[in-house]
C-alpha cells in the first residue's frame, strides 16, 4: 500500500475511531469487546482499501453486523476479560441513565436496535442507513418506528 | 413528559460526550489482535484430495460454471458446536454440499445418514421420489412424522462415494453492500414453527466453516447478514438448519455453487444480434445456486432426461428462467471459444422457452461458461433498458 493511501487511511481511522467505537458500545454493552470489534473492523477495512468506496459506511456496517453475531460476541467477550483481565479502565463509567437507555436497546430485536443506534448516535439519515444495512428506506423507516413505540413502552414513555 | 425521540437524542449526545474521552490506540495493521477466524468457526483440519467430479455431477454442474477441474474434500470432523444450538457441526462439501463419512453409496443410505447425522431425525423413512436408476443422479425424499419432508438431489461420486448436491431449495447469497465486501446475505424461508436458523458456511478459501444464528426476526426478514464473510463471492456452499422452539431441525436447506469468483452476467442485448453486450456488475447481482430438475425417473449417464436450471427463492426476488428448453442438457448448446453474447444470442434463437430471457456466465476471457436464466432486480432493469419489450421476465414483488 503506497504512503498516501496510508496516511488517507490513517486520517479516516483517527476521524471515525470514537464514533465506531460508540456503535459498538451501544449494540454490545462492553466497552472492551467494542474496542476490539471495531479494531477488527478498521483491520478488515485496512485489508480492503483500495475497494471500499464508502469507509464511513462500510466501517459502521461491519461493526453492527460483528455486533450481532451473539456467538462471536460470547466467544470475544470471554477472550478479550482474559487478556485484559488486569487491565484499567481508561475512561469513566456512562451515567446510568444513559447506560441503561442502551441497554434497551439492545434488548430490542436486532435489527431495530441497529437501526436506532446508526439514526440517533450517529445521527444519519435514513438513507445512508438503508444504504448501509443493504435494505429499503421503507424497511428502515419501519425497523425505526417499531423501536421507537417498543422502547418508549419499556421506558415508560411517550412514543 | 419527554417523547422518546427527545430522550433518544439525549441519552445519545451524552453518549458521544462520553466518547470524546476515549483516545484511540495505535491501530492495528494487517495482524489483527482477535485470535484468528479459525476461532470462530468449526475448524476440521483437511485432508485434500483433488479429484475431478464424476461424469453425472460434471454434467449438472457444467451448466452454470464450467472450468476448473473440481475438488472433492475429506473432511475430518471438529466435535464444537459454535452456534450454541445443541446441533451436531456439519462438515459440507466444496463441489456438493454434503456426504456421509462412512462413504454410503445408495440414495436411500445417504438419505438416512442425513437425516440422522444432520436433521437429527430418528424415526425418517427414505424414499427414491421417482425410482430412478441409482446408477446416475437421484432425488431421494425424507420425511418424519411432523417434520416437513425434505427432497434432496443425490449423485454418485469416485470419491465420497455419493453426494447430495441440493437440498430441499437453496438460499441465495449475496452482498450486503454491492460492491464492497462489508458482508454476506444469506437468504432464509420463514417455515412455518421455525423460530432460529442455524447457518453452516463454507468458503472457497478455507478449509474451515462458518456457522451463525438467525433469529425470528431475521427469519421474518428472509434474511441474515454476517460479517464473517466479507466477500459474498467466496461463499461456496450453505447449509440451512431450520429450529422450532426446541432447538429441533424442523426442515432444511442447502446448496452450492462451484466458481468462487462471482459470476458476471452478459446479457444479450438483442436476439440475433451480435451488438456489444450489456454487462451487469457482478457484485450487483445475487448469486445463485444450481437448482437440479430431473425430467424423468431415468436419469442415465449421458444426461438424457436430465435438465438443469437456477432459480432463487429471495424475497422480491425474479425468476425469469428458461422453463422449458427445446434441447437437453442446456449446456451442449456453450461454444466456449465464442465471445458470451453471441452465445446468449445464440442459444436465445435456438430454444423455445416459455420465458426468453436468458444470461450466461462468462470466465476471464469473456467466453460463455454456462446458461443461467434468473436475475436479481437490478440486472432486469439493466435488461429492460436495453431490450425493452423484447424481453419477456417474470417478476415477482413479493413483500418488497
Known sequence: MADGEAGSFDGFYLAEYRAVVG????????????????????????????????????????????????????????????????????????????????????????????????????????????????????????????????????????? | ???????????????????????????????????????????????????????????FVAVIAVG?????????????????????????????????????????????????QVLGWDQAIVVNKDNADPAGPVWIQISQPDRQ??????????????????????????????????????????????????????????DTEIVFTADSDELEAGYVDTAEIPDAGQAGTVLVRYLDNNSDVITATGGYTDSPTPLAVTIAPDGGQTSAPTTVPADQRERYFMRLVILDGVATVDGDGVNSEVSDIAEGAIDARCATPAKSPVDELLDETEPAYQTANRILNSLSCDVSTMAVTIDEGGNATGVIGALDSQSVAQIQQVVGDEIEVEIDHADQ
Not at chain 1, 466501517?59 to 467477550?77: G, L
Not at chain 1, 476479560?81 to 430490542?108: C, H, I, K, M, Y
Not at chain 2, 477441474?69 to 457441526?89: E, F, K, N, Y
Request: glycine letters at 6%; hydrophobic letters at 40%; one cysteine or more.
Open chain 2, 68 to 116: 476448473a477441474a473440481m475438488v472433492a474434500l475429506t473432511i475430518s470432523r471438529g466435535s464444537t458446536d459454535p452456534a450454541g444450538l445443541g446441533l451436531r457441526p456439519v462438515d459440507l462439501g466444496l463441489g456438493y454440499v454434503w456426504s456421509d463419512e462412512s462413504g454410503s453409496t445408495s440414495p436411500e443410505a445417504l438419505g438416512a445418514a442425513f437425516a440422522t
Open chain 1, 23 to 159: 456503535l459498538a458500545f451501544v449494540l454490545t454493552g462492553d466497552l472492551r469487546l467494542a474496542e476490539d470489534l471495531t479494531q477488527d473492523a478498521f483491520t478488515a477495512a485496512w485489508r480492503n482499501w483500495a475497494e471500499i468506496v464508502n469507509p464511513s459506511g462500510w466501517i459502521r456496517s461491519v461493526v453492527s453486523n460483528k455486533a450481532r453475531s451473539s456467538w462471536r460476541r460470547r466467544f470475544v467477550s470471554q477472550r478479550v476479560a482474559d487478556a485484559l483481565a488486569n487491565t484499567a479502565a481508561t475512561v469513566e463509567q456512562l451515567p446510568d441513565d444513559t447506560s441503561g437507555f442502551w441497554e434497551q436497546v439492545r434488548a430490542l430485536p436486532k435489527r431495530q436496535a441497529q437501526v436506532v443506534a446508526l439514526f440517533y448516535l450517529d445521527d444519519l439519515p435514513v438513507s445512508e442507513i438503508a444504504g448501509l444495512l443493504g435494505c429499503e428506506e421503507s424497511t428502515v423507516r419501519k425497523h425505526l418506528s417499531r423501536g421507537r413505540r417498543n422502547l418508549a413502552s419499556r421506558l415508560g414513555v411517550h412514543p
Open chain 2, 149 to 206: 419432508p425434505i427432497d434432496m438431489a443425490t449423485s454418485p461420486d469416485p470419491e465420497a462415494g455419493r453426494v447430495s448436491l441440493q437440498i430441499g431449495e437453496p438460499s441465495t447469497i449475496r452482498a450486503v453492500i454491492p460492491g464492497e465486501p462489508a458482508g454476506t446475505r444469506i437468504g432464509l424461508v420463514p417455515y412455518p414453527g421455525a423460530t432460529s436458523a442455524e447457518v453452516t458456511v463454507r468458503t472457497f478459501t478455507s
Open chain 2, 1 to 59: 413528559m419527554s417523547d422518546i425521540d427527545t430522550i433518544a437524542r439525549s441519552h445519545a449526545a451524552a453518549t458521544r460526550s462520553w466518547l470524546e474521552d476515549l483516545e484511540p490506540p495505535p491501530r492495528r495493521m494487517d495482524t489483527p489482535v482477535v485470535s484468528g477466524a479459525a476461532d470462530r468457526r468449526t475448524v476440521h483440519p483437511l485432508a485434500v484430495r483433488w479429484s475431478p467430479v464424476w461424469a453425472f455431477a460434471a454434467a
